[in-house]
């Protein structure tokens, strides 16, 4: 009887250690510190305790030597930086594990942080601010403020870290001359239709494999929501309607955009989903010379500037103005806005903010502004961006004509995140030609307005 | 009394052992389970925990008449179908063909059973460039002077997606050949004796033997297969948020897309307690036709 006592309590025990370890283990893990968490407690009791700042970032955003520098500078802050993944943030934030900082972009999501009040107001902050002044702010600060109904207007909740007017297009003039194409002049912008025709005479085929490609994007080149928001910008066409509750995809400036695109893919413009390339990105088609343009901001300078093989013949690359639609508008906008919010939920808001001033003034912004990755948001950083081959002074004056066409927002629903996801969900099949651009923007629309209507209810 | 007790301190013990797997079950497994449950019934869309609304059955409404989770799980029923009997022919027949006391078995065994230890993602992304426009498969086409095939495109992607998940049918040749040692060698000699052809040797003797086995891997089979969700969306798209080639958006991508990319939680949770019920009803289908074909040597009822 006794042995069998024994034994129960052995059992017992075995559980309990078998618990403890896995729980002490992953804690370890998200510590991150290593050896120090064991000791925090003790220390922590005497002095101020020690305050860890969860950033979500890209990969490269803020580099190690930075994260160094900021915590011997402000003793008592220590910066985690986590790759941000959307499928995990939604995860943290669905149980209210949300970064202290988190990536977002002013054109694309953050008025959907605001409206799910997960946002934190940083108007007081900023009031208080040495090193974050508003009328050091360029426009762009301003697509991270919103009061609700109008972006652009009221409390501002974050900053882009840079931006560009993300529909230029860079050009590699090798490949034009292979095709036998002229560069376009720079000083006024090509139609979408003419960019369109440029790119069909730029892509090359040999033995019916594709040689080099006419025109790349970021992503593949087909409909790409960001570049239709843009031409309905220029042609100033709405989509979502004031109240934000509907969204109408089946205007006929909308199947103008994305027929564009569908003939893109016919004929091969570029990487897309019929021909199924293999190139990581479309930045990749382009740094390895196949493709002759690619519709990028400012920042992509940064790419050619900082690659051995181009650095070597950078007269032979440049910046063109983005394309409008016939008869539009001048317009060229950001379609990202890149920067950082600080989360509603975040424990220690104090130093939050100040690993954001940090990201956002300190050497961070220095070095991506002399870096030439994006336009600095603070006028003040203008100056430290690279002008020093003809290269540089070449993108930098077209970027300063484009600046004079850049404060026009791109229209955005804060009830409606991924919209890219449900454009190629009901637009792919239509490069198949296995469905009609008219049903699959019907389709587009109605579950469009479903996930709105959804949205809103959730937060009302 | 005396029995009694005796019973309940070995019922103590027995839980007392069990306890490690139990406490983890249920806080683990059974929690989370009927917490999900209790989501689908609610708007939850991952932030408004504190207005949290019941909305019924609204969510499992909108699983039958969204017309693409029916599309999804009627392409997925389509991807099992062909699938897992083939994979499991394979699998038994690569059994059958290692049991052959052949030089260099374990080499072949490894072989066979490499695919199944690769990573999802490497494999994914090898077949990726197996299959894509200027691949290698188009260019050894293009070799024979074979027209070119866009195989990740609309004709053909759920052929490559079946093709990728074949490569695989060997992760059941360990538990095959476990089974075909087991057969009795003298059923063999016995059938050899009355003169039975190796093709009827197969079929009276191995088959029935085998079909245990061949049980368990319908089963497993099939419950993966049901539930696979990140080699159709890796095939074509390069992250796990992109939508694949629509027919290969299988009813898990559908119901990922809607929770991660939408944050529809509420919604995509009810889509699985759809899956999970379709599944069980599946299994106990096969389990009560088992009674029909599986044979046990020793007569013991499943």
Known sequence: MKKRIMTSLAAIIATCVLITGCGTSSGNVNEDQGGNTSNEPQTGASTDAQVTIRVALNKGEVSDDEVTEFETNNPGIKIKLEELNPQKLAAQIATNDAPDLIRAQGAVDLTSYVVKGLAMDLTPYLQKSEMLKEDDFLPPVNLFRFDGKVQGQGPLYGMPKDWSPDFTIFYNKTLFDAAGVQVPDSKSPLTWNELMELGKKLTLKEDGKVKQYGLALGSKTQADLPSIMDYLASKDVKVFSEDMKTADFTKPEVKEAVSMWVDAVKNNLGKNDVNQDPATWGGDLFMNNKAAMIMAGYWFSGMIRGDEKMKTHLNDFGMLPAPIAENGNLVSPTGAATGFIISKNTKNPDQAWKVFEYIMAGTPAKNRASGGWGVPALKSLIPLMPQETDFDKRVYNQLQEELKYSNVPLESNPFLLNGQTLLDKYVTPVYFGKADLDDALNELTKNMNLIIQENMNAIQ | ?302
């Open chain 2, 1 to 302: 009394m005396m029995l009694q007790t005796k019973k309940w301190r070995q019922y103590g013990t027995f839980y007392a052992f069990v306890s490690p797997w139990l406490i983890i079950f249920i806080t683990l497994g059974v929690f989370p389970l009927l917490y999900g449950l209790y989501l689908s019934f609610t708007n939850y869309t991952g932030f408004n925990m504190d207005k949290l609304k019941f909305v019924g059955f609204n969510n499992y409404k909108t699983v039958f008449e969204d017309s693409e989770s029916i599309y999804a799980l009627g392409r997925t029923l389509l991807v099992t179908a062909i699938n897992v009997p083939l994979s499991l022919a394979i699998g038994l027949f690569l059994a059958i063909l290692l049991n052959l006391k052949i030089k260099g078995l374990s080499w072949y065994r490894t072989a066979f059973y490499m695919p199944s230890v690769v990573p999802v993602v490497s494999t994914v992304l090898m077949w990726k460039f197996i299959f894509s426009g200027e691949g290698l498969l188009n260019t050894f086409f293009n070799r024979l002077h074979l027209p070119q095939v866009s195989w990740l495109g609309y004709e053909y992607a759920t052929t490559a997606l079946i093709v990728m998940l074949l490569w695989g049918a060997g992760s059941s040749l360990l538990i095959n050949l476990a089974g075909l040692k087991g057969i009795p060698a003298d059923l063999y000699e016995a059938a050899e004796i009355d003169g039975a052809s190796p093709i009827r040797k197969f079929f009276t003797v191995t088959l029935p033997l085998m079909t245990h086995v061949l049980f368990l891997n319908l089963i497993m089979g099939s419950i993966a297969s049901l539930q696979m969700y990140i080699q159709p969306i890796l095939l074509t798209g390069k992250t796990l948020l992109d939508p694949p080639i629509k027919p290969n958006y299988l009813y898990l991508v559908h119901a990922f897309q809607q929770i991660f990319a939408f944050q529809r939680f509420g919604y995509g949770l009810a889509l699985m307690w759809v899956l999970f019920i379709a599944i069980l009803l599946l299994t106990i289908l096969v389990f009560y036709s088992s009674r029909y074909w599986v044979y046990y040597e020793t007569e013991q009822e499943v």
